[in-house]
């Protein structure tokens, strides 16, 4: 599925993020930044032990913030590491944290003068964040920088599942719909 938001293109589909030819690609990584399981294990693994050696160098990454590497053995050049929250729905905060952490990554992208960008779907696995909330969020998020920054090209949400990808285009739906044009 894609749309056009100005004239940049959104777009959603099923795949493995770490094979895009994107120039960026976003890990939905921990606080340290040295790897772990799902989205950042698959990176690191497809990236090889020179992206970890830089990774080291970074002293981690706050939630909601958002730090850049090279892609090495990747097609993308790039990596965006980001950190999404550890869901909880009595913490307060929670959603302005996942907000963050895509604005943020578009931010890094942007200052290094990258023109597409592919997403995975952060938090929503071991950070238990539900898909029928973070969707929305994220979309919206992406919506809305975009407007404001065409120089981002393209932004691509790689989703794994048939799951992430249906809740991933109801909410494109629904905002498309709710707002007449994107």
Known sequence: MKVKIGTSTLE???????????????????????GGGGVDGAIHRAAGPDLLAECRTLGGCDTGDAVITRGYRLKAKY??????????????????????????????????????????????????YPLDEAAPLALRTIADFLRKHPEIELVRFVLFSPKALRAFEEALEKLCSSRRRI
């Open 12 to 34: 959603l589909l099923q795949g493995d993020i770490t094979q895009q030819d994107t120039e960026a690609i976003v890990n939905a990584a921990n606080r340290s930044l040295l």
């Open 79 to 128: 990596v965006i590491h980001t950190v999404g929250p550890v869901y909880q729905r009595s913490r307060p905060g929670t959603e302005r944290l996942l907000k963050s952490a895509y604005q943020r990554s578009l931010e890094v992208a942007l200052a290094k003068g990258i023109r597409s960008v592919a997403f995975p779907s952060i938090s929503t696995g071991a950070y238990g």
